[in-house]
């Protein structure tokens, strides 16, 4: 277990060495700390530690909740639900892969690119800052395909210059901006990169073996020898092909092939000789009477990381075997690749493969296929050109803000989905200001490490009355986290030594780890539970809800509860309009809802406050873009579906109640949740 930057003691089951925390907290927190884990749930997050002030927070009087105050041991979720989600547009790095703007850090290398002479080429510069804004969004549309989506304000490099998105001709507006005359500088959208499938480990051995390694059994007077042996300058393609080979159950041994000298470099090798190990390797690399794709896309990767080259802007594969020539031909037109054949007089009739279609075929073959060999794939110093694909053909308002992400680097522009965008406001350190709605939200957690001591000493005081506590009201209480904080029995043991009435909204099965404390509170005061089940299609919730337990898992959590006394009631929250309000959808969770024992169910349909609003109608419009216009017309007035939609969704789940024998728990039941307030006239409860 990897725990960074520590300043005061950790938690339960942590180490005890401590050091200042850098870089500087957010929202500028004093003492607070910044912890990551390397488990693999709490990737790519961080988690603020700090003592908080207070712990019960009263709701403001004009909200339309029907509770009063409420407890929020987090700040942040780590559920990860898609209603809440970074930008996408793949950025060109280095090593000649791309990667989500949204996952870029300060101090990583991409490409930009800088004039020199009567050509701007690429070269290779530092991301010196990133944030993200929310802004109304626009849609350009290039004639090969190529969408991006950015603000009026960004600036794409046009044949005519730097262009802004939207603009004007006069007016306080006037500005260069695109339109349908124009066209973009760069390549074009970039290719999808392989799955690294067991077909693709095969090609990529085939090409890589048949290509450039020592195979088979030779009869000596003392007897047959079996050996494989592959060596190579380049420790990418080695280690890739000693990793593919042990998952094929082959262990290899690395040894020093020839040392580095002045006028060549360092090779290592790899090899075996067992018998067993050349009879499976022989077998990996057999042509295969219908290749699939996957497996055409790794014998690419694997010859030209063998037998591969590109200077000067040509790319070439070279061989002497007919058998390989032809099988690299044909897996390059398979893919729509242009390539010639070439007979360069070199010896031992070595011939060559060369691809044509400029840089933006190099391009695409390299992130279709992903070989190995990053200095392969270098393209520094390549002059830019503009396509003829690459001719605006739309730009269209969304109608929607959206939460757009920007960067700073050291030449002021960056390669977006193949075209050369600017960085629309540079700013030379990386600071925050506050924490965002969107990946903020997933990514970086407040945790109240002192919560259960609040809460004790606040119920204490003399002018606490008492009343009612909404817990999960604004994240999930229950979230992932919670399992390694364990703030929540501190919390449910305070609340009951004094008997002060609370109720619990989660999508957390975590809940089952306290219910001896939910039991012991119940016998002193009024316990509410609820779980937030909107759907049970498998699909839709791995698409919605990734960091979530199951809608199973939380109906047999419904199921156990119930069992153990409790009158349970559930949320059926949010219900996704044209992906979950289908009648089938409907019966389907309310059916399921009343087997696990649910005494109620309350229909609440999707609600997008800001923040939350931009980030699912980013995912909506990539995911479904058919939707948009349906939800742009249901939100148009604001957070809130139309009163009459909200409605007829409560109806349609009465209905199914009934049908399936659903019945509301009788009023008054020490254990049962306060009856929910109507949604047309309660705030729905932020369930993100």
Known sequence: MRWDNLTAPPVEGGPERAAPATP??????????ARTFDTPEFAGMTFYEVQAKSILNRVPGQSRVPFEWTINPYRGCSHACVYCMGADTPILM???????????????????????????????????????????????????????????????????????????????????????????????????????SPDYRRGYLCGMVRGDAHLGTFSYPYGRVHRFRLALADDEALSRSERYLALEGIETQRFTF???????????????????????????????VEPSDDWRLGFLAGIFDAEGSCSRGVLRICNSDDAILDQTTAALRHFGFACVREDRGLPNRVRSIRLTGGLAARLRFFHLTDPAITRKRSIEGAALKH???LKVVGIEALGLELPLWDITTGTGDFIANGVVSHNCFARNTHTYLDLDAGADFDRKVIVKVNAGELVRRELAAPRWRGAHVAMGSNVDCYQRAEGRYRLMPQIIGALRDFANPFSILTKGTLILRDLPLLRQAAEVTTVGISFSVGFVDEHLWRTVEPGTPHPRRRLDAVRALADAGFSVGVLMAPILPGLSDSDESIDATVSAIAAAGATSVTALPLHLRPGAREWYAHWLAREHPHLVPRYRELYRAGAYAPQAYQRELTARVRIAARRHGLHRGERGDNRSLPEPTPPSVAEQLTLL
């Open 94 to 196: 280095a090593d000649g892969r791309t990667k989500p703007i949204s996952e870029l850090e300060p101090g990583d290398r991409i490409y930009g690119t800088e004039r020199r002479g009567a050509y701007r080429r690429y070269v290779i510069t530092t991301v010196l800052d990133k944030w993200s804004t929310v802004k109304p969004a626009y849609r350009v549309t290039l004639e090969d395909g190529t969408t991006l989506i950015a603000s009026g304000d960004h600036r794409f490099l046009s044949e005519r210059g730097w262009k802004y998105v939207t603009g004007a001709m006069q007016g306080n507006a006037r500005r260069p901006y695109l339109t349908t005359n124009n066209r973009l500088i760069g390549t074009g959208r970039f290719a999808v990169g392989p799955k690294e």
């Open 258 to 288: 020839t040392r580095a000298s002045t006028t060549r470099g360092a090779m290592t090798a790899i090899r075996t000789s067992k018998q067993r190990d050349i009879e499976t390797i022989a077998d990996l690399v057999r042509w295969p």
């Open 387 to 389: 396509q003829g694909a």
């Open 24 to 33: 500087p907290l957010p929202l500028a927190l004093p003492g607070a700390v």
